[in-house]
């Protein structure tokens, strides 16, 4: 069973820096055959795509947050960690991990998602 | 980056009503869109990639066209399990993007 989960915090303050972690299970980031992205929603808004990473550690980031994002994973751990620095209220939103199929034969489209986890940014 | 643009941003429909949502690029994406549906506080769920492929254990009445820049999102007789809103995406280019979403709303 295929499973993502997101955790960090509910509650952070400007310019601090925001860490996600991503946990999934019923598969491995290993697998060549599929990456994890991170997605966000703020409040009522639209999805909006953030960054992704491959299992041979190839890293893809949003243009408009680039230099404030990082992403990483942790295949022992089964673990991928989105961390954003100088956060801003504009920050506010759900954060959401999924799984992205299709990678060898690059008709990419995202089958699993985690809950997804608010966060808030407020001093 | 490509653009997404769906229509119409909402719609309102009844029980067994045929529904059809249009996204289109701006520029040719081939076949590579994908279409999901979000009903309130939940994640995202895949119906549709590769433009028409379904994804296992969605209902039929569900259906995809479309390659290049014009796609559609097809119910073909909407259900009350239906009213929620759909967003469509491209990820084979970089960067990704979603679509603005079409929230689908009783009558």
């Known amino acids: 069973q295929v499973t993502l989960k997101e955790s960090g915090p509910v509650l952070v303050k400007p310019t601090e820096t925001l860490t996600l972690t991503c946990t999934v299970s019923?598969?491995?980031?290993?697998?060549?055959?599929?990456?994890v992205t991170w997605i966000r929603q703020p409040p009522g808004k639209a999805l909006e795509w953030l960054a992704q990473?491959?299992?041979?550690?190839?890293?893809w980031y949003t243009p408009s947050l680039k230099d404030r994002l990082t992403i990483s994973r942790d295949a022992a751990k089964s673990q991928v960690v989105l961390t954003m620095t100088n956060v801003d209220p504009a920050d506010t939103a759900t954060y959401f991990c999924a799984r992205i199929r299709g990678v060898e034969e690059w008709e990419l489209y995202l089958d699993y998602w985690g809950q997804g986890t608010l966060v808030t940014v407020s001093s | 980056d490509i653009q997404l643009t769906q229509s119409p941003s909402f719609l309102s429909a009844s029980v067994g009503d045929r529904v059809t949502i249009t996204c289109r690029a701006s520029q040719g994406i081939s076949r590579y869109l994908v279409w999901y549906q979000q009903k309130p506080g939940k994640a995202p769920k895949l119906l549709i990639y590769?433009?028409?492929t379904l994804q296992s254990g969605v209902p039929s009445r569900f259906s995809g066209s479309g390659s290049g820049t014009e796609f559609t999102l097809t119910i073909s007789s909407l259900q009350p399990e239906d009213f929620a809103t759909y967003y469509c995406q491209q990820l084979n280019n970089y960067p990704a993007t979603f679509g603005q979403g079409t929230k689908v709303d009783i009558k």
């Open positions: 590769t433009a028409s």
């Open positions: 990473i491959f299992s041979n550690d190839e890293r």
């Open positions: 019923g598969f491995s980031l290993s697998n060549a055959k599929m990456a």
